[in-house]
């Protein structure tokens, strides 16, 4: 087989830089480890910037999106039994985020990619990139048993943090950088209404809570719970009481709970390589970095390095400028480690981590960031994100 890019990884960021790219007429395959059913059963965050809705819109499929998603002008903190509004409108010069969830994206995405008739491969094994530093790039996959090739002048590396394509990037010219916490999120999705219109990040001794949506009949809730907890130990009932424990006195009575229809237990962790690109290879989204949920930024990042890449390539391919590649992993940099300091500040002071003298200090942040100007807009502008870059 032959094509102009080699998409390893059908999550959304390599079915929006597929749909992107077949749409400006440069051709790709997609291959993915998994089935379609399996890609669409994992349940992610759901909390959209301006830049990702605008490429989602760009690719062509924002029709449920637009129809469906909740647009939300602001987002609430508890802590202290207390709730404090972060207005978007006010702080972020008018900007909003979309709540849709990235399963929900990543159908429609999948959907229009079937539709396209664009190839996309499933259910492929022991895929090994090749030559990346030469003019002719291959990738080497098994389908049925059969090993096949795919020659190409580029290779997305799509494929998550679990993926071959970072590894490709030699170990002498890759450096990770990495935390792990002390601690997962226990989720649950439930077909109830919301506890409120907006999301709420809360604090409370017994530690951090999230109350989320999907809709406005579909919940999801989040409490945090130390590493050595299993989800089997967590009965419905049993995360109901817990999560109405730490929520505050006067909305508790809101909260309406019912059966779950998922239950999980997510690890959080910081992490980044560096650099994100070897000669004719390109890491894009978790593949590249990972950023622990408090702030939602995930989705997000790999959007960011969705939209570089895509108007990186159409240089290549529109003007012939070759050389624009070169820019890519600087640029996507830039914004990722703007968003791993967010995530990992929001997770420090919405998680009783540290000693007494930390909280302490920890509490006193968020009462400053959450009751002052300066700091409102410190959070209102990185949550709903900052703006992409120019690609020149
Ligand atoms: N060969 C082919 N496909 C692979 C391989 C491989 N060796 N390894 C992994 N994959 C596939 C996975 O099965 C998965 O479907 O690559 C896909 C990667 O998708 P995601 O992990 O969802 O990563 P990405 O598309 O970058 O999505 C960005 O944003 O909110 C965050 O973590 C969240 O998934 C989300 C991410
Ligand atoms: C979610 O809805 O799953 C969600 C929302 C916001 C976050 C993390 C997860 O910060």
């Known amino acids: ?235 419905d009932d049993r995360f109901w009481d817990e999560l109405s424990q730490r929520l505050p006195e006067d909305i508790r009575g809101n909260l309406v709970t019912g059966p779950s229809i998922e239950k999980s237990i997510a690890p959080l962790r910081s992490f980044v390589c560096e650099p994100m690109q070897h000669g004719r290879l390109f890491l894009v989204g978790d593949a590249a970095h990972i950023v622990p949920p408090t702030g939602a930024k995930g989705l997000n990042l790999a959007s960011g390095d969705v939209n570089y890449l895509y108007r990186i390539l159409l240089k290549v391919y529109k003007e012939n400028r070759l050389e624009a590649t070169k820019q890519y992993s600087e640029l996507c940099l830039r914004r990722i480690w703007h968003a791993e300091r967010f995530s990992w500040w929001m997770t420090s002071m919405l998680h009783n981590l540290g000693d007494e003298i930390d909280r302490k200090i920890m509490a006193s942040q968020l009462d400053y960031y959450t009751s002052t100007e300066e700091g409102m807009r410190v959070i209102a502008e990185q949550y709903v994100g900052l703006p992409y870059e120019e690609v020149v």
């Open 1 to 235: 087989m032959k094509t102009q890019v080699a998409i390893i990884g059908a999550g959304p960021s390599g079915l929006l830089l597929g749909q992107l790219l077949h749409n400006a007429g440069i051709g790709n395959i997609i291959l993915e480890r998994a089935t379609p059913d399996y890609v669409l059963g994992r349940i992610r965050a759901g909390v959209l910037e301006e830049g990702l809705v605008s490429l989602v819109r760009e690719a062509g499929v924002a029709d449920r999106m637009d129809r469906e998603g909740l647009p939300h002008s602001g987002t609430q903190i508890a802590f202290n039994n207390e709730l404090r509004r972060i207005d978007f409108h006010k702080y972020a010069e008018g900007k909003q985020v979309v709540v849709y969830g990235q399963t929900e994206i990543t159908a429609d995405l999948m959907e229009a990619r079937e539709a396209s008739g664009a190839p996309a491969i499933y259910e492929v094994v022991n895929v090994e990139i090749h030559g990346v530093t030469g003019d002719s790039p291959y990738v080497l996959f098994e389908k049925d048993g059969e090993q096949q090739r795919i020659d190409c002048d580029y290779v997305a590396g799509c494929d998550g943090f679990h993926g071959v394509s970072r590894k490709t990037i030699p170990d002498d010219l890759r450096k990770e950088y990495e935390k792990v916490y002390p601690f997962g999120w226990l989720g649950i999705l439930s077909d109830t209404p919301p506890i409120d219109e907006e999301l709420i990040y809360g604090l409370s001794d017994r530690g951090f809570y999230l109350c989320s949506m999907r809709s406005h009949t579909r919940s999801r809730y989040y409490v945090d719970v130390s590493l050595d907890e299993q989800v089997e130990d967590w009965s």
